[in-house]
């Protein structure tokens, strides 16, 4: 559901195996009613099954950006979409399901695909994926979508701890999306530039503060060093975003921290300040 960059890699990959249904609209469902071109990684051109409305499933993957969460839960409360498994990034996407559907998990994916244009995906990068219960318990459910994932070649695995991972990636994101976003720069001008790993050290305090209120202990600043390196060369997906005129998943990441703050009585004046400049851009952006 949402067949976009990460919805057809994911689509791609399965259905090697599967019968997959690529739900998808304007430009990119006609682009995908002609076929899949696969660059990088893979390189590949399939012919896929398109459709614009979703359709009965097995098993359905939401892969759309966090703003349209809340529509596409409603249209797929409409059909018989089977298990829900949304691999999306940010905190509240399986909230916002769970309000509609009943069959909901949650997963973490580090596989990473780019929209080069409609129809055409890069396969970046190989990864894993994670998938759990919100409430940790290692269901029928969670132990059948890893199986089919696993069948199909991707990576994946049956976690207890889907939610303390899904934090960690945000707070990881909250450090890098809106700071490249902002600048306009690659992932590798935070490690560069000294002030701007000053400004992603206190960005990633905060975060690290919220997830120890948790009972979430972590220490991040080498995991954010090392995704840095790893990814020097990359254009963060907000940048992405801000240089199409997008809206941004700021909401669902800092600003996600900041509610969680809110809420366990820790400041975050580092992730309100860049949440509310990534507002701001999208506001300008906009104006255009
Ligand atoms: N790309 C990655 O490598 C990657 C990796 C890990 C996690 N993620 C996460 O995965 C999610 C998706 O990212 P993405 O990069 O794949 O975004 P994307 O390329 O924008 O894909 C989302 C797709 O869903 C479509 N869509 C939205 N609402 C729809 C609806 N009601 N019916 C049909 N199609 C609909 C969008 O269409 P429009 O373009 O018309 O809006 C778009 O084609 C995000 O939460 C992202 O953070 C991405």
Known sequence: MGAGALGCLYGYMLQRKF??????RGE???ALKRGLRVTGIVEDFVRVKAVENPVEADVT?????????EEVAKELSRVNCGIVVSLQNGIGNEEIL???LDRVLSGVTTYASNLVDYGWIEFAGEGETF???????????VIRVVEILKSAGVKAHAVEDIVRRKWIKTVINSAINPITAILRVRNGKILEIEELWDLA???LREGEKILEAMGFEEKLEEVL???LIKTARNRSSMLQDVERCKRTEIDFINGALVRKGEELGIDTPYNRTLTLL???????ISLK
């Open 278 to 284: 990534v507002k701001s851009l999208e506001s300008i």
């Open 61 to 69: 993957f939401v892969t759309v950006k966090s703003y349209d969460t």
């Open 131 to 141: 998938v759990g219960e919100l409430n940790g318990r290692i269901s029928d459910d």
């Open 98 to 100: 769970m309000n509609h």
């Open 28 to 30: 990119q469902l006609k």
């Open 225 to 227: 060093r090392d995704v």
């Open 201 to 203: 050290l206190r960005v």
């Open 19 to 24: 019968d997959v249904i690529f739900v998808a």
